[in-house]
């Protein structure tokens, strides 16, 4: 019996698996493809270019201009932003969420409810043990008899909770969100308004209407934050829900309660700093003034130079939230094109990030520059190649690998 539970819950993972990696894919995702792709082409044709110079069907010439051209289109393919999809990512991560705690609880909970047709004991000499509910059947239930099944438990069973539940989820699954709603209505009802089931009921309901928590999910999730303070499912979602009334203080604090609880799951944290970051910035173009207490979760740097950005006070009102900010990183002794470079917005500063061999144009590593010449430029003109009234840092020359953090201040003004 022991191997069957071993099994089950492997096949349950399994199954979480199926279900989270569409999730997981963004639109985010698919402009880091194309770049993945466009990177792959740049590569081959400074490749072809060399093959070129080397064999003297190229002058220097040509080539320098032809390999500037392509590293141009590269630069400006970093230059574009990412596409989002209004709230998709904290509705994405937080029905992750969902998934990772209430799906095991399902798959457990049909099994005893239902009843398996048949199981081998493969660690026993093969007897097989007949399960009443199987009518000397081999065949698993299918998705139609699991449904009639739980919709016959629960009209002649109405006070059963867990089967409620479980059609929840079902009908979840199935994208009848509308049902799945009145389901967790009912378990709400039976269980004395559970934490879970608040908030499986706001779940459902914001689907209903296209995601968003505003109304009645809302008060569902503050609901159960009230028994279950530290839920970071009910932070999650209650942090969305503020974040669409623009209450941009209570966002914030509730995505940063939620970090708490998801120390162990750093996917999760980058997750709820971005939306942080992204409240920040909402909040500064609606000149509100907002307060971040700061996150209690420390997570494992990536390998690379850790930058510090910041701006001098006197140009702060020079800038707009959303003017896109390039930090580069160039040959101490080379061409002026830049060999990495990173995208971010005026918004975000200050800021700290960390420079890494995901961030090269050409591939390669960081480690294969004995230096590099490192800057910032907050792009007024929206284009990455400097431009008169562009605000700028000095560039600093660093060290490869950097022993401590590099200051990067914008305090210039380009002529």
């Known amino acids: 019996m022991m191997t069957f539970w071993i099994i089950a819950a492997l096949m349950t993972g399994l199954g979480l698996l199926v279900l989270l990696l569409p999730l997981r894919r963004k639109v985010g995702d698919i402009t880091d493809d194309a770049r993945a792709r466009n990177l792959r082409i740049a590569r081959e044709k400074i490749a072809e270019l060399d093959a070129e110079l080397a064999a003297g069907t190229l002058d220097q010439a040509t080539y320098d201009q032809a390999k500037e051209e392509v590293e141009q289109e590269l630069l400006e393919d970093v230059a574009l932003p990412d596409q989002h999809v209004a709230g998709g990512n904290s509705g994405t991560k937080a029905a992750m969420l969902m998934l990772l705690v209430l799906v095991p609880a399902l ?34 239930p299918t998705m139609a008899e ?23 989820r079902l009908y979840a699954g199935m994208q009848r969100f509308a049902d799945a709603a009145k389901a967790y209505e009912q378990v709400a009802k039976l269980t004395d308004n559970h934490p879970q089931a608040l908030i499986a009921w706001a779940d459902a309901l914001a689907m209903t209407q296209g995601g968003r928590l505003s109304g009645k999910p809302y008060e569902l999730v503050k609901q159960a934050l009230d028994q279950a303070p530290d839920d970071p499912t009910a932070l999650w979602l209650a942090g ?74 006197e140009l702060q009102s020079k800038v707009k939230p959303d003017e896109p900010l390039f930090i580069f990183a160039k040959a101490v002794d080379g061409p002026p094109m830049p060999l990495a470079a990173i995208r971010m917005t005026a918004g975000e500063l200050p800021r700290e990030v960390v420079l890494t061999d995901a961030n090269l144009l050409r591939g390669g590593k960081l480690t294969d520059h004995k230096q590099l010449k490192i800057g910032a430029r907050i792009a007024r003109s929206g284009q990455p190649m400097a431009a008169s009234g562009d605000l700028q840092s000095a560039e600093v020359v660093v060290d490869v690998p950097a022993s401590e953090p590099v200051e990067l201040v914008i305090d210039q003004v380009v002529p």
């Open 146 to 168: 699991i449904q009639e099944a739980l919709e016959k438990r629960v009209k002649e069973q109405p006070e059963d909770a867990e089967a409620w539940f479980m059609l929840g």
């Open 240 to 313: 969305q829900g503020a974040r669409e009334a623009n209450d941009y203080q209570n966002a914030i604090y509730y995505w940063r309660q939620a970090e708490a609880g998801l120390a162990d799951k750093p996917d999760f944290v980058m997750e709820l700093r971005d939306l942080i970051a992204s409240a920040k910035r909402a909040a500064a173009s609606a000149g509100v003034e907002v307060e971040d207490p700061g996150s209690s979760v420390d997570l494992a740097k990536p390998a690379g130079i850790e930058l510090r950005l910041s701006i001098a006070p």
């Open 107 to 140: 798959g457990f909970g049909l099994y005893l409810l239902l009843g398996s047709p048949r199981f081998v004991d493969v660690a026993g000499a093969g007897s097989v043990a007949e399960n009443p509910h199987a009518q000397g059947s081999d065949k698993a």
